[in-house]
Protein backbone atom coordinates (compact mmCIF):
# COMPACT_ATOMS: atom_id res chain seq x y z
CA UNK A 1 0.00 0.00 0.00
CA UNK A 2 1.29 3.34 -0.43
CA UNK A 3 1.98 5.89 2.25
CA UNK A 4 -0.65 7.35 4.44
CA UNK A 5 -0.53 10.15 6.80
CA UNK A 6 -1.67 7.44 9.83
CA UNK A 7 1.94 5.57 8.86
CA UNK A 8 4.30 8.73 9.12
CA UNK A 9 2.44 9.54 11.92
CA UNK A 10 3.17 5.91 13.45
CA UNK A 11 6.97 6.41 12.33
CA UNK A 12 8.86 6.26 15.47
CA UNK A 13 11.93 8.39 13.81
CA UNK A 14 10.12 11.60 12.83
CA UNK A 15 7.77 12.81 15.75
CA UNK A 16 4.86 14.16 14.41
CA UNK A 17 2.09 15.20 16.35
CA UNK A 18 -1.41 15.29 14.82
CA UNK A 19 -3.25 18.89 15.90
CA UNK A 20 -6.30 18.79 13.38
CA UNK A 21 -7.66 16.11 10.47
CA UNK A 22 -7.47 13.25 13.10
CA UNK A 23 -10.36 11.02 10.91
CA UNK A 24 -8.73 11.82 7.33
CA UNK A 25 -5.33 10.35 8.47
CA UNK A 26 -5.62 7.13 6.10
CA UNK A 27 -5.46 8.91 2.70
CA UNK A 28 -2.80 7.83 0.83
CA UNK A 29 -0.02 10.70 0.66
CA UNK A 30 1.69 10.90 -3.11
CA UNK A 31 4.40 13.23 -2.62
CA UNK A 32 5.48 15.36 0.38
CA UNK A 33 6.54 18.96 -1.07
CA UNK A 34 8.04 22.10 0.57
CA UNK A 35 6.65 25.37 -0.01
CA UNK A 36 6.10 28.89 1.89
CA UNK A 37 4.75 30.62 -0.95
CA UNK A 38 1.39 32.70 0.41
CA UNK A 39 -0.35 30.63 -2.71
CA UNK A 40 0.98 27.34 -3.74
CA UNK A 41 -1.86 25.49 -5.28
CA UNK A 42 -0.67 26.85 -8.52
CA UNK A 43 2.46 24.30 -8.31
CA UNK A 44 -0.07 21.16 -6.68
CA UNK A 45 -1.16 18.15 -8.42
CA UNK A 46 -3.16 16.93 -5.57
CA UNK A 47 -2.34 14.22 -2.79
CA UNK A 48 0.70 15.92 -1.02
CA UNK A 49 1.48 16.53 2.41
CA UNK A 50 2.53 20.30 2.10
CA UNK A 51 5.47 20.98 4.69
CA UNK A 52 6.06 24.73 5.76
CA UNK A 53 7.03 27.15 8.35
CA UNK A 54 4.95 29.95 7.96
CA UNK A 55 7.50 32.36 6.75
CA UNK A 56 5.46 33.98 4.65
CA UNK A 57 2.34 33.76 5.92
CA UNK A 58 0.35 35.88 8.56
CA UNK A 59 -0.66 32.50 10.49
CA UNK A 60 -2.26 34.42 13.38
CA UNK A 61 -5.23 35.58 11.31
CA UNK A 62 -7.94 33.87 11.45
CA UNK A 63 -9.49 35.00 7.82
CA UNK A 64 -6.26 34.47 6.10
CA UNK A 65 -5.73 30.73 7.20
CA UNK A 66 -9.40 30.21 6.32
CA UNK A 67 -8.16 31.36 2.77
CA UNK A 68 -5.48 29.40 2.59
CA UNK A 69 -6.97 26.40 3.95
CA UNK A 70 -10.11 25.96 2.15
CA UNK A 71 -7.85 27.16 -0.90
CA UNK A 72 -5.45 24.00 -0.10
CA UNK A 73 -8.30 21.64 0.10
CA UNK A 74 -9.80 22.44 -3.15
CA UNK A 75 -6.73 22.05 -4.47
CA UNK A 76 -6.25 17.93 -3.15
CA UNK A 77 -3.58 18.66 -0.64
CA UNK A 78 -3.88 16.01 1.82
CA UNK A 79 -2.25 17.02 4.69
CA UNK A 80 -0.58 20.11 6.12
CA UNK A 81 2.96 19.61 8.06
CA UNK A 82 3.98 22.89 9.96
CA UNK A 83 7.64 23.27 11.81
CA UNK A 84 7.45 24.75 15.35
CA UNK A 85 10.20 26.31 16.79
CA UNK A 86 11.34 28.40 13.84
CA UNK A 87 9.21 31.48 12.83
CA UNK A 88 6.53 29.99 15.67
CA UNK A 89 6.95 28.20 18.87
CA UNK A 90 3.75 26.71 18.31
CA UNK A 91 1.09 26.21 15.76
CA UNK A 92 -1.14 29.72 15.70
CA UNK A 93 -4.84 28.71 17.17
CA UNK A 94 -5.85 30.88 13.71
CA UNK A 95 -4.12 28.22 11.76
CA UNK A 96 -5.64 25.13 14.00
CA UNK A 97 -9.66 25.85 14.26
CA UNK A 98 -8.79 27.09 9.84
CA UNK A 99 -7.91 23.29 9.39
CA UNK A 100 -10.62 21.51 11.57
CA UNK A 101 -12.88 23.68 9.91
CA UNK A 102 -11.99 22.15 6.80
CA UNK A 103 -10.95 18.50 7.97
CA UNK A 104 -7.38 18.98 6.94
CA UNK A 105 -5.12 16.93 8.60
CA UNK A 106 -2.43 19.43 10.29
CA UNK A 107 0.66 17.83 11.89
CA UNK A 108 3.04 19.04 14.01
CA UNK A 109 6.74 19.05 13.04
CA UNK A 110 9.40 18.91 15.94
CA UNK A 111 12.22 21.19 15.15
CA UNK A 112 14.39 17.97 15.52
CA UNK A 113 12.28 16.78 12.73
CA UNK A 114 14.17 18.16 8.91
CA UNK A 115 11.49 18.48 6.54
CA UNK A 116 13.95 16.31 4.25
CA UNK A 117 13.40 13.12 6.95
CA UNK A 118 9.82 13.28 5.63
CA UNK A 119 10.51 13.65 2.24
CA UNK A 120 12.64 10.53 2.58
CA UNK A 121 10.18 8.31 4.50
CA UNK A 122 7.85 9.38 1.42
CA UNK A 123 9.50 8.67 -1.04
CA UNK A 124 10.81 5.34 0.39
CA UNK A 125 6.98 4.22 1.18
CA UNK A 126 6.12 5.08 -2.39
CA UNK A 127 9.54 3.10 -3.54
CA UNK A 128 8.71 0.05 -1.22
CA UNK A 129 5.38 0.42 -2.55
CA UNK A 130 6.47 0.12 -6.12
CA UNK A 131 8.63 -2.33 -5.82
CA UNK A 132 5.82 -4.80 -3.66
CA UNK A 133 3.73 -3.86 -6.73
CA UNK A 134 6.63 -4.93 -9.34
CA UNK A 135 7.45 -7.67 -7.79
CA UNK A 136 3.51 -9.12 -7.01
CA UNK A 137 3.33 -8.38 -10.95
CA UNK A 138 5.91 -10.53 -12.08
CA UNK A 139 4.62 -13.47 -9.62
CA UNK A 140 1.03 -13.10 -11.27
CA UNK A 141 2.65 -13.20 -14.64
CA UNK A 142 4.24 -16.64 -13.58
CA UNK A 143 1.08 -17.85 -12.34
CA UNK A 144 -1.02 -16.36 -14.72
CA UNK A 145 1.74 -17.95 -17.48
CA UNK A 146 1.57 -21.31 -15.43
CA UNK A 147 -2.48 -21.36 -15.65
CA UNK A 148 -2.11 -20.79 -19.50
CA UNK A 149 -0.16 -23.80 -20.12
CA UNK A 150 -1.10 -25.94 -18.00
CA UNK A 151 -5.60 -25.05 -18.16
CA UNK A 152 -5.83 -23.11 -21.22
CA UNK A 153 -7.34 -19.65 -21.20
CA UNK A 154 -10.47 -20.91 -18.28
CA UNK A 155 -7.15 -21.51 -15.75
CA UNK A 156 -5.77 -18.07 -16.73
CA UNK A 157 -9.11 -16.66 -16.36
CA UNK A 158 -9.30 -17.92 -13.22
CA UNK A 159 -5.78 -16.96 -11.63
CA UNK A 160 -6.83 -13.81 -12.86
CA UNK A 161 -9.79 -13.29 -10.97
CA UNK A 162 -8.29 -14.25 -7.90
CA UNK A 163 -5.47 -11.38 -8.21
CA UNK A 164 -7.84 -8.54 -8.85
CA UNK A 165 -10.04 -10.15 -6.42
CA UNK A 166 -13.26 -10.37 -8.84
CA UNK A 167 -14.43 -11.58 -11.88
CA UNK A 168 -13.11 -12.38 -15.56
CA UNK A 169 -14.66 -13.08 -19.43
CA UNK A 170 -13.27 -13.87 -22.06
CA UNK A 171 -15.48 -13.26 -25.37
CA UNK A 172 -15.07 -14.53 -28.98
CA UNK A 173 -14.70 -12.95 -32.37
CA UNK A 174 -18.77 -12.83 -32.64
CA UNK A 175 -19.00 -11.03 -28.55
CA UNK A 176 -20.33 -14.34 -27.10
CA UNK A 177 -18.86 -14.85 -23.66
CA UNK A 178 -16.45 -18.40 -24.41
CA UNK A 179 -15.39 -18.71 -20.82
CA UNK A 180 -15.71 -16.76 -17.45
CA UNK A 181 -14.18 -17.08 -13.63
CA UNK A 182 -15.58 -17.53 -11.04
CA UNK A 183 -18.70 -19.87 -13.06
CA UNK A 184 -21.45 -17.46 -11.41
CA UNK A 185 -19.43 -14.29 -13.75
CA UNK A 186 -20.98 -15.68 -16.66
CA UNK A 187 -24.44 -14.23 -16.73
CA UNK A 188 -22.92 -11.28 -15.87
CA UNK A 189 -20.48 -11.15 -18.94
CA UNK A 190 -23.11 -11.92 -21.05
CA UNK A 191 -24.96 -8.79 -19.95
CA UNK A 192 -21.87 -6.64 -21.94
CA UNK A 193 -22.57 -8.43 -24.99
CA UNK A 194 -23.25 -4.63 -27.05
CA UNK A 195 -20.05 -2.91 -24.80
CA UNK A 196 -18.07 -5.55 -26.57
CA UNK A 197 -19.15 -4.91 -29.74
CA UNK A 198 -19.24 -1.61 -29.89
CA UNK A 199 -15.01 -1.93 -28.41
CA UNK A 200 -15.11 -4.81 -31.55
CA UNK A 201 -15.84 -1.47 -34.07
CA UNK A 202 -12.56 0.10 -32.96
CA UNK A 203 -9.07 -1.14 -34.25
CA UNK A 204 -7.27 -3.15 -31.48
CA UNK A 205 -5.81 -2.69 -29.39
CA UNK A 206 -8.75 -0.71 -27.77
CA UNK A 207 -10.02 -0.62 -24.26
CA UNK A 208 -12.83 0.82 -22.10
CA UNK A 209 -14.87 1.23 -18.51
CA UNK A 210 -17.81 0.46 -17.92
CA UNK A 211 -19.60 1.18 -14.29
CA UNK A 212 -22.09 3.15 -13.03
CA UNK A 213 -25.24 3.08 -10.80
CA UNK A 214 -26.68 0.75 -13.51
CA UNK A 215 -23.68 -1.96 -12.89
CA UNK A 216 -22.71 -4.15 -9.89
CA UNK A 217 -18.92 -3.32 -11.03
CA UNK A 218 -16.55 -1.79 -12.57
CA UNK A 219 -15.61 -3.56 -15.66
CA UNK A 220 -12.40 -2.71 -18.03
CA UNK A 221 -13.08 -4.18 -21.06
CA UNK A 222 -10.00 -4.88 -24.14
CA UNK A 223 -9.76 -5.88 -27.03
CA UNK A 224 -7.03 -8.67 -27.86
CA UNK A 225 -5.47 -9.62 -31.25
CA UNK A 226 -2.66 -7.64 -33.46
CA UNK A 227 -4.55 -7.13 -36.53
CA UNK A 228 -7.02 -4.46 -37.99
CA UNK A 229 -10.10 -6.43 -36.85
CA UNK A 230 -10.10 -8.05 -33.04
CA UNK A 231 -10.15 -11.45 -32.43
CA UNK A 232 -11.48 -11.71 -29.04
CA UNK A 233 -12.02 -9.28 -26.00
CA UNK A 234 -11.46 -9.33 -22.25
CA UNK A 235 -13.42 -8.18 -19.38
CA UNK A 236 -12.27 -7.85 -15.81
CA UNK A 237 -14.50 -6.42 -13.17
CA UNK A 238 -13.87 -5.73 -9.97
CA UNK A 239 -15.44 -3.44 -6.61
CA UNK A 240 -12.94 -0.82 -7.18
CA UNK A 241 -10.33 0.84 -9.68
CA UNK A 242 -7.46 -1.40 -9.74
CA UNK A 243 -4.13 -1.14 -8.14
CA UNK A 244 -0.95 -1.09 -9.69
CA UNK A 245 -0.07 -5.09 -9.07
CA UNK A 246 -3.64 -5.70 -10.36
CA UNK A 247 -2.82 -3.28 -13.08
CA UNK A 248 0.28 -5.34 -13.90
CA UNK A 249 -1.87 -9.00 -13.71
CA UNK A 250 -4.40 -7.62 -16.21
CA UNK A 251 -1.50 -6.60 -18.97
CA UNK A 252 -0.13 -9.72 -18.91
CA UNK A 253 -3.52 -11.55 -19.03
CA UNK A 254 -3.74 -9.29 -22.08
CA UNK A 255 -0.44 -10.59 -23.39
CA UNK A 256 -0.63 -13.87 -22.84
CA UNK A 257 -4.53 -13.70 -24.50
CA UNK A 258 -3.31 -12.16 -27.24
CA UNK A 259 -0.35 -14.49 -28.03
CA UNK A 260 -3.05 -17.59 -27.75
CA UNK A 261 -5.37 -15.62 -30.02
CA UNK A 262 -2.51 -14.99 -32.70
CA UNK A 263 -1.14 -18.98 -32.57
CA UNK A 264 -4.62 -19.99 -32.50
CA UNK A 265 -5.21 -17.86 -35.77
CA UNK A 266 -1.97 -19.53 -37.31
CA UNK A 267 -3.23 -22.78 -36.75
CA UNK A 268 -6.51 -21.30 -38.05
CA UNK A 269 -4.93 -20.49 -41.66
CA UNK A 270 -3.20 -23.58 -41.28
CA UNK A 271 -6.94 -25.05 -41.02
CA UNK A 272 -8.20 -23.39 -43.97
CA UNK A 273 -5.88 -24.48 -46.38
CA UNK A 274 -6.58 -27.44 -45.31
CA UNK A 275 -10.15 -27.01 -45.62
CA UNK A 276 -9.49 -25.57 -49.30
CA UNK A 277 -8.08 -29.11 -50.13
CA UNK A 278 -10.90 -31.38 -49.08
CA UNK A 279 -12.90 -28.60 -50.97
CA UNK A 280 -11.23 -29.36 -54.15
CA UNK A 281 -11.38 -33.03 -53.37
CA UNK A 282 -14.98 -32.91 -52.78
CA UNK A 283 -16.23 -31.31 -55.65
CA UNK A 284 -13.86 -33.03 -57.78
CA UNK A 285 -16.16 -35.75 -56.78
CA UNK A 286 -13.77 -37.62 -54.62
CA UNK A 287 -14.92 -37.76 -51.62
CA UNK A 288 -12.87 -40.79 -49.96
CA UNK A 289 -10.09 -38.45 -50.76
CA UNK A 290 -11.39 -35.89 -48.66
CA UNK A 291 -12.20 -37.93 -45.87
CA UNK A 292 -8.48 -39.20 -45.91
CA UNK A 293 -7.27 -35.68 -45.59
CA UNK A 294 -9.50 -34.32 -43.36
CA UNK A 295 -9.23 -36.93 -40.68
CA UNK A 296 -10.94 -36.25 -37.51
CA UNK A 297 -10.34 -32.67 -38.26
CA UNK A 298 -14.09 -32.06 -39.51
CA UNK A 299 -15.56 -35.12 -37.44
CA UNK A 300 -18.91 -36.06 -38.94
CA UNK A 301 -19.31 -33.51 -41.52
CA UNK A 302 -18.26 -35.27 -44.61
CA UNK A 303 -20.73 -38.20 -43.57
CA UNK A 304 -24.23 -36.22 -43.14
CA UNK A 305 -26.12 -34.34 -44.82
CA UNK A 306 -24.19 -30.37 -45.09
CA UNK A 307 -25.29 -27.30 -46.97
CA UNK A 308 -23.11 -25.43 -49.47
CA UNK A 309 -22.91 -21.45 -48.63
CA UNK A 310 -21.39 -19.19 -51.11
CA UNK A 311 -21.04 -15.42 -50.25
CA UNK A 312 -19.68 -12.58 -52.10
CA UNK A 313 -18.59 -9.15 -51.51
CA UNK A 314 -19.90 -6.57 -53.45
CA UNK A 315 -19.12 -2.79 -53.24
CA UNK A 316 -21.82 0.00 -51.64
CA UNK A 317 -22.69 3.36 -49.40
CA UNK A 318 -23.59 1.18 -46.88
CA UNK A 319 -20.79 -1.54 -46.80
CA UNK A 320 -18.62 1.92 -46.10
CA UNK A 321 -20.93 3.34 -43.31
CA UNK A 322 -20.73 -0.52 -41.51
CA UNK A 323 -17.07 0.30 -42.05
CA UNK A 324 -16.46 3.44 -40.59
CA UNK A 325 -15.42 4.98 -44.13
CA UNK A 326 -12.99 2.57 -45.23
CA UNK A 327 -12.68 1.33 -48.63
CA UNK A 328 -15.04 -0.73 -50.32
CA UNK A 329 -12.58 -3.42 -50.66
CA UNK A 330 -11.76 -3.07 -46.95
CA UNK A 331 -15.91 -2.80 -46.31
CA UNK A 332 -15.93 -6.30 -48.36
CA UNK A 333 -13.35 -8.11 -46.44
CA UNK A 334 -15.01 -6.91 -43.09
CA UNK A 335 -18.10 -8.21 -44.15
CA UNK A 336 -17.18 -11.48 -45.46
CA UNK A 337 -14.77 -12.00 -42.09
CA UNK A 338 -17.57 -11.17 -39.86
CA UNK A 339 -20.01 -13.97 -41.72
CA UNK A 340 -16.86 -16.51 -41.03
CA UNK A 341 -16.54 -15.21 -37.68
CA UNK A 342 -20.13 -15.57 -36.82
CA UNK A 343 -20.59 -19.45 -38.30
CA UNK A 344 -17.33 -20.05 -36.88
CA UNK A 345 -18.69 -18.96 -33.31
CA UNK A 346 -21.83 -20.61 -33.45
CA UNK A 347 -20.17 -23.93 -34.76
CA UNK A 348 -17.71 -23.72 -31.89
CA UNK A 349 -20.41 -23.08 -29.46
CA UNK A 350 -22.76 -25.88 -30.33
CA UNK A 351 -19.79 -28.37 -30.73
CA UNK A 352 -20.45 -29.19 -34.57
CA UNK A 353 -18.25 -29.03 -36.84
CA UNK A 354 -17.64 -26.29 -39.88
CA UNK A 355 -15.22 -25.85 -43.21
CA UNK A 356 -14.95 -22.04 -44.06
CA UNK A 357 -13.05 -21.38 -47.23
CA UNK A 358 -11.64 -17.45 -48.09
CA UNK A 359 -11.20 -17.94 -51.61
CA UNK A 360 -10.47 -14.12 -52.91
CA UNK A 361 -13.51 -11.89 -52.55
CA UNK A 362 -15.65 -15.12 -51.99
CA UNK A 363 -15.97 -17.36 -48.72
CA UNK A 364 -17.33 -20.89 -49.40
CA UNK A 365 -18.53 -22.70 -46.13
CA UNK A 366 -19.72 -26.27 -45.73
CA UNK A 367 -21.97 -26.64 -42.57
CA UNK A 368 -23.98 -29.23 -41.05
CA UNK A 369 -27.73 -29.00 -42.45
CA UNK A 370 -30.34 -27.52 -39.63
CA UNK A 371 -27.12 -26.69 -37.55
CA UNK A 372 -26.33 -23.80 -35.78
CA UNK A 373 -23.37 -22.52 -38.59
CA UNK A 374 -26.58 -22.48 -40.43
CA UNK A 375 -28.95 -20.50 -38.49
CA UNK A 376 -26.03 -18.00 -37.63
CA UNK A 377 -25.29 -17.57 -41.52
CA UNK A 378 -29.21 -16.19 -41.79
CA UNK A 379 -29.42 -14.62 -39.05
CA UNK A 380 -25.83 -12.52 -40.39
CA UNK A 381 -27.66 -12.30 -43.56
CA UNK A 382 -31.57 -11.03 -41.67
CA UNK A 383 -29.27 -8.37 -39.96
CA UNK A 384 -28.03 -6.52 -43.26
CA UNK A 385 -30.80 -6.69 -44.58
CA UNK A 386 -32.28 -5.23 -42.35
CA UNK A 387 -29.48 -2.50 -41.77
CA UNK A 388 -29.63 -2.18 -45.89
CA UNK A 389 -33.33 -1.40 -45.71
CA UNK A 390 -33.00 1.25 -42.43
CA UNK A 391 -34.32 5.04 -44.26
CA UNK A 392 -30.74 6.26 -43.46
CA UNK A 393 -29.51 4.06 -45.62
CA UNK A 394 -32.09 3.60 -48.02
CA UNK A 395 -30.45 4.92 -51.85
CA UNK A 396 -30.74 2.04 -54.25
CA UNK A 397 -27.22 0.76 -53.35
CA UNK A 398 -26.41 -2.99 -53.80
CA UNK A 399 -26.23 -5.39 -51.23
CA UNK A 400 -22.93 -5.41 -49.25
CA UNK A 401 -22.76 -8.87 -49.09
CA UNK A 402 -25.23 -11.69 -51.19
CA UNK A 403 -24.94 -15.48 -50.03
CA UNK A 404 -26.30 -17.95 -52.12
CA UNK A 405 -27.01 -20.91 -49.80
CA UNK A 406 -27.64 -25.24 -51.02
CA UNK A 407 -29.83 -27.57 -50.54
CA UNK A 408 -28.92 -30.37 -48.29
CA UNK A 409 -26.53 -32.70 -50.01
CA UNK A 410 -24.21 -35.24 -49.54
CA UNK A 411 -20.67 -35.88 -50.16
CA UNK A 412 -20.98 -37.27 -53.44
CA UNK A 413 -23.76 -34.61 -54.63
CA UNK A 414 -21.18 -31.96 -53.41
CA UNK A 415 -20.35 -30.25 -56.96
CA UNK A 416 -24.01 -30.36 -57.31
CA UNK A 417 -24.60 -28.04 -53.77
CA UNK A 418 -21.87 -25.90 -55.05
CA UNK A 419 -23.57 -24.73 -58.38
CA UNK A 420 -26.89 -25.03 -56.70
CA UNK A 421 -25.16 -22.06 -54.06
CA UNK A 422 -23.78 -20.38 -56.90
CA UNK A 423 -27.17 -20.12 -58.77
CA UNK A 424 -28.90 -18.86 -55.59
CA UNK A 425 -25.96 -16.43 -55.23
CA UNK A 426 -26.33 -15.08 -58.64
CA UNK A 427 -30.26 -14.89 -58.09
CA UNK A 428 -29.39 -12.35 -54.92
CA UNK A 429 -27.18 -10.43 -56.78
CA UNK A 430 -29.55 -9.38 -59.49
CA UNK A 431 -32.33 -9.34 -56.87
CA UNK A 432 -30.41 -7.01 -54.80
CA UNK A 433 -30.95 -9.37 -51.87
CA UNK A 434 -28.61 -10.67 -49.13
CA UNK A 435 -29.41 -14.24 -49.32
CA UNK A 436 -31.17 -16.62 -51.35
CA UNK A 437 -31.83 -20.25 -50.74
CA UNK A 438 -31.87 -22.15 -53.63
CA UNK A 439 -34.31 -25.24 -51.99
CA UNK A 440 -36.89 -21.29 -52.12
CA UNK A 441 -36.45 -20.90 -56.00
CA UNK A 442 -37.13 -24.55 -56.67
CA UNK A 443 -40.31 -24.23 -54.57
CA UNK A 444 -41.51 -20.90 -55.74
CA UNK A 445 -42.29 -19.31 -59.56
CA UNK A 446 -40.62 -18.79 -62.37
CA UNK A 447 -41.79 -15.39 -62.97
CA UNK A 448 -39.59 -12.68 -60.40
CA UNK A 449 -37.07 -14.30 -62.44
CA UNK A 450 -38.28 -12.51 -65.60
CA UNK A 451 -37.63 -9.19 -63.99
CA UNK A 452 -34.15 -9.40 -64.74
CA UNK A 453 -33.73 -6.56 -67.16
CA UNK A 454 -31.89 -8.62 -69.98
CA UNK A 455 -34.73 -10.57 -70.08
CA UNK A 456 -37.33 -7.59 -70.29
CA UNK A 457 -35.26 -6.01 -73.45
CA UNK A 458 -35.47 -9.25 -75.02
CA UNK A 459 -39.33 -9.17 -74.40
CA UNK A 460 -39.81 -5.91 -75.82
CA UNK A 461 -37.66 -6.63 -78.82
CA UNK A 462 -39.72 -9.74 -79.76
CA UNK A 463 -43.16 -8.17 -79.21
CA UNK A 464 -42.13 -4.78 -80.37
CA UNK A 465 -43.64 -5.34 -83.86
CA UNK A 466 -47.15 -6.50 -82.41
CA UNK A 467 -47.42 -3.42 -80.35
CA UNK A 468 -46.48 -1.38 -83.38
CA UNK A 469 -49.04 -3.01 -85.54
CA UNK A 470 -51.83 -2.64 -82.42
CA UNK A 471 -50.66 1.19 -82.39
CA UNK A 472 -52.28 1.69 -85.76
CA UNK A 473 -55.77 0.67 -84.80
CA UNK A 474 -55.85 -2.21 -87.29
CA UNK A 475 -56.21 -5.13 -84.21
CA UNK A 476 -55.45 -6.43 -81.05
CA UNK A 477 -53.23 -8.91 -82.27
CA UNK A 478 -50.95 -8.45 -78.14
CA UNK A 479 -54.51 -9.47 -76.24
CA UNK A 480 -55.59 -11.91 -78.86
CA UNK A 481 -51.95 -13.93 -78.26
CA UNK A 482 -52.76 -13.48 -74.72
CA UNK A 483 -55.69 -14.75 -74.67
CA UNK A 484 -55.30 -17.50 -77.15
CA UNK A 485 -51.83 -18.56 -75.34
CA UNK A 486 -53.64 -18.80 -71.75
CA UNK A 487 -56.42 -20.98 -73.65
CA UNK A 488 -53.62 -23.74 -74.75
CA UNK A 489 -54.77 -22.95 -78.14
CA UNK A 490 -58.22 -23.79 -77.75
CA UNK A 491 -60.33 -21.26 -80.33
CA UNK A 492 -63.77 -21.30 -78.97
CA UNK A 493 -62.36 -20.76 -75.13
CA UNK A 494 -60.20 -17.95 -76.45
CA UNK A 495 -62.43 -16.37 -78.92
CA UNK A 496 -65.50 -16.14 -75.90
CA UNK A 497 -62.82 -14.36 -74.05
CA UNK A 498 -62.16 -12.03 -76.09
CA UNK A 499 -65.91 -11.30 -77.30
CA UNK A 500 -64.67 -12.07 -80.96
CA UNK A 501 -65.77 -15.02 -83.66
CA UNK A 502 -63.61 -18.19 -83.92
CA UNK A 503 -63.00 -17.29 -87.65
CA UNK A 504 -61.94 -13.64 -86.05
CA UNK A 505 -59.32 -14.95 -83.88
CA UNK A 506 -57.62 -17.44 -86.81
CA UNK A 507 -57.08 -14.43 -88.71
CA UNK A 508 -55.46 -12.34 -85.80
CA UNK A 509 -53.03 -15.35 -85.30
CA UNK A 510 -52.40 -15.89 -88.79
CA UNK A 511 -51.43 -12.34 -88.86
CA UNK A 512 -48.81 -12.83 -85.47
CA UNK A 513 -47.32 -15.32 -87.51
CA UNK A 514 -46.60 -13.21 -90.44
CA UNK A 515 -45.79 -10.61 -88.55
CA UNK A 516 -43.04 -12.30 -86.47
CA UNK A 517 -42.39 -14.91 -89.05
CA UNK A 518 -42.76 -17.64 -86.47
CA UNK A 519 -44.97 -20.40 -86.77
CA UNK A 520 -47.40 -20.61 -83.57
CA UNK A 521 -47.45 -24.51 -84.38
CA UNK A 522 -43.58 -24.67 -82.51
CA UNK A 523 -44.05 -25.27 -78.39
CA UNK A 524 -40.92 -23.39 -78.44
CA UNK A 525 -42.25 -20.20 -80.01
CA UNK A 526 -45.30 -20.66 -77.89
CA UNK A 527 -43.12 -21.07 -74.50
CA UNK A 528 -41.02 -17.72 -75.63
CA UNK A 529 -43.77 -15.56 -76.70
CA UNK A 530 -46.01 -16.59 -73.29
CA UNK A 531 -42.53 -15.16 -71.30
CA UNK A 532 -42.26 -12.31 -73.32
CA UNK A 533 -45.80 -11.65 -72.33
CA UNK A 534 -45.09 -12.17 -68.54
CA UNK A 535 -42.50 -10.21 -68.64
CA UNK A 536 -43.78 -7.20 -70.16
CA UNK A 537 -47.26 -7.82 -67.80
CA UNK A 538 -46.44 -10.02 -65.04
CA UNK A 539 -49.82 -9.26 -63.80
Request: aromatic share 4%; hydrophobic share 45%.
Amino acid sequence: MPPTLASLVHHSALKLTVRAGEDHLDVPVRWAHVSELADPVPYMEGGELLLITALKLDAEDPQTMRRYVKRLVGAGVVGLGFAVGVNYEEIPEALVDAAREEGLPLLEVPRRTPFLAISKAVSAAIAADQYRAVTAGFAAQRELTKQTLNAGPEGLLGALAAQVDGWAALYDASGAVVAAAPEWAGRRAARLTAEVERLRERPAPASSVVGGPEHEDRVELHSLGTGRRPRAALAVGTAAALGTAERYAVHSAIALLTLTTERSRSLHAAEQRVGAAVLRMLLAGEPDHARTVAGDLYGGLLDAPFRMIVAESVSGTAARAVSGGATAADSGDDLLGGLAESVESAAARSGEAVLVVPEGERLVVLAADAGAAVAACTRYAAALEAARAAPERAGGDEAELVVGLSAPAGPIAAAAAYKQAEQALSVARRRGRVLVEHERLAAGSVLPLLADDAVKAFADGLLRALHEHDATGRGDLVDSLRAWLSRHGQWDAAAADLGVHRHTLRYRMRRVEEILGRSLDDPDVRMELWLALKATSPE
